[in-house]
């Protein structure tokens, strides 16, 4: 039965990774996600759901379009894997909870914000927009989530505020967004873990990018990544980063 029951986490954790993809292609070109249905992206034939089963139907193609034959692109059966994973950790996590559902959503958001931050350089409004107005009903559970969590939304988007006015816009608008839902969805003690581990992550790459001269210093960085990064491993294991993190100063 066990298996049973994580086979059904990690399908539903697909299933959501496939309206993901759809994200992912239709979010920063402005395109509604409901018209047109599937479609080809080099062809535009209209998919049939054997083709549409996550992970599988990419296999079985081998990696191409059953009507055209041109190659589909590496996010899709990554995300639905990706996806379907984060959903069965965040339950392995937080079983059957609240908790457990404002970390799937904070999942859902940031699977497309990565994705689609490496590839335009953006994070859509419209994906902020998404994981405020579906995760601001799922702080009600307490009085201590409630204040925690919004105090996050706050600590995540003022933060980053700062850190774009000092930096003279060394930080994205959708970075400033994407802090506060994190915040929201996080609370404030794991939103400080996330971003101690997304600046720490972030200068470690920055520094290897300027010296490997992959990157120059005036040259942003898309920042949503790593953002993503520390989000999940604070979601995942925020108590003992806290506990490493206030070891580490001695307090
Ligand atoms: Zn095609």
Redesign the pocket.
Same mark, same amino acid.
């Given at each position: 039965m066990e298996y049973l029951w994580w086979g059904l986490v990690f399908s539903i954790g697909a299933i959501v990774g496939s309206f993901l993809n759809v994200c992912i292609c239709r979010l920063p070109v402005g395109e509604s996600l409901a018209y047109p249905s599937s479609h %080809?992206e080099? %062809?535009g034939?209209g998919l049939r759901p054997v083709d549409l089963v996550p992970i599988f139907s990419f296999v079985f193609l081998r990696g191409r @379009?059953r009507? @055209?034959? @041109?190659r589909i692109a590496w996010h899709y059966p990554v995300g639905e894997l990706v996806t379907g994973l984060l959903f069965v950790a965040a339950v392995a996590k937080y079983g059957v909870t609240l908790s457990a559902l404002r970390t799937v959503l904070l999942f859902s958001i940031l699977v497309p914000a990565t994705v689609i931050d490496l590839k335009y350089k953006i994070i859509p409004d419209r994906l902020n927009l998404a994981g405020l107005i579906l995760g601001v009903p799922l702080i009600f559970e307490s009085k201590e989530v409630f204040g925690a969590n919004a105090a996050g939304f706050l600590a995540g988007g003022g933060l980053l505020l700062l850190i774009a006015v000092v930096s003279r816009g060394g930080m994205g608008g959708g970075d400033i967004k994407l802090a506060a839902v994190l915040g929201l969805l996080l609370g404030w003690k794991y939103l400080l873990a996330a971003l101690f581990l997304a600046f720490m992550v972030g200068s470690i790459a920055g520094i290897i990018m300027i010296v490997f001269k992959l990157a120059r210093m005036k040259e942003p960085i898309p920042f949503g990544p790593y953002l993503a990064l520390g989000a999940v491993v604070a979601a995942l294991t925020g108590d003992k980063v806290i506990k490493w993190y206030t070891g580490f100063w001695g307090a």
């Open positions: %080809c080099a %062809c034939q @379009c009507y @055209c034959g @041109c």
